[in-house]
């Protein structure tokens, strides 16, 4: 069986969702699968891969790289540019690449799905999206874009149609499952999958030998930690409020580790609050 993965970002970037798709396209390849993936030759965080080949065989995973441009994620203005092109030049890569039996679109960019159900049509073979995230829920949610207003119709419209359209709806869970269904997917198109962890790469260690507290000075201490995404619909304000009003707690630390559009904020919040018990990575 053969299965394409269509994925704005994939090996070697190391964004979440990217880890995800890599991580079950090399290990269907290890089992026999014929798998390929479509992707962008830029990175999350903006830098170009102007080294990475257009073409590429990894882990026997077939990596076929759309050029676009690279304004990186700073600016919404740049993230949709960057979006637009991947849109555009990995379907006219769809249309001419050898056919599948399965192609997989995940919600990156957002709305891009839609399409899936076009290539369906125009090429054949099952359809099968992935939804991480839940648009425009999203938007709507981070204020920009405002419930009842036409742009949300639309985009609810374009999201009904993504999940109409496929053949199977991979959702994280029960509570997820509940709104794809409210949002138009058919119960008996649903399945299940919660994200996971490689155990043998990520698993707790004692306190005494941990490396990255020792490197932090957090040695003795009690570490309230945020590690991800920090985006536009991620709010932050309510626990840098508890670390301001804990600062005088020597034994309590918090920490903030990723990327995002919300990352200067949070850095400056804590520069300009002087949060001495705040670390910002």
Partial sequence: MGIRFVHQYFFPDLSSVSQVISQIAFSLAEKGTDVSVICSRNRYDGVQGVSLP??????GVDIYRCWGQSFGRGTIVGR???????????????????????????????FFPVLGSIVKRI?????????????????????????GSVSARILRWIARASL?????????????????IRSGA?????VTIRNWADPEMIH????????????????GKFVVEYSGNLGVSHSFEDILAVAE???????????????????????KTVSSKGLGNVGVK
């Fill in 186 to 190: 058919s119960p008996e198109k649903i």
């Fill in 245 to 267: 009003e804990l600062a005088d707690h020597d034994e309590i630390r918090f920490l903030f580790i990723g990327g995002g559009v919300r990352y200067k904020a949070v850095e």
């Fill in 54 to 59: 257009s073409t590429e065989r990894v882990g």
């Fill in 204 to 219: 707790p260690v004692p306190n005494r030998v941990n490396r990255f507290r020792r490197e932090w000075g957090f040695d």
């Fill in 123 to 147: 090429r054949g073979g099952r359809f099968v999206y992935i939804l991480m995230d839940i648009y425009p829920d999203i938007l709507i949610r981070a204020g920009a874009v405002r419930e």
């Fill in 164 to 180: 109409r359209g496929a053949d199977t709806v991979v959702v994280l869970g029960e509570d997820m499952r509940k709104v794809a």
């Fill in 80 to 110: 949709i540019l960057d979006m637009a092109s991947f849109c555009i030049l990995s379907v006219v890569r769809l249309m001419v690449c050898r056919r599948v039996d399965t192609f997989v679109f995940l919600t990156n960019p957002p």
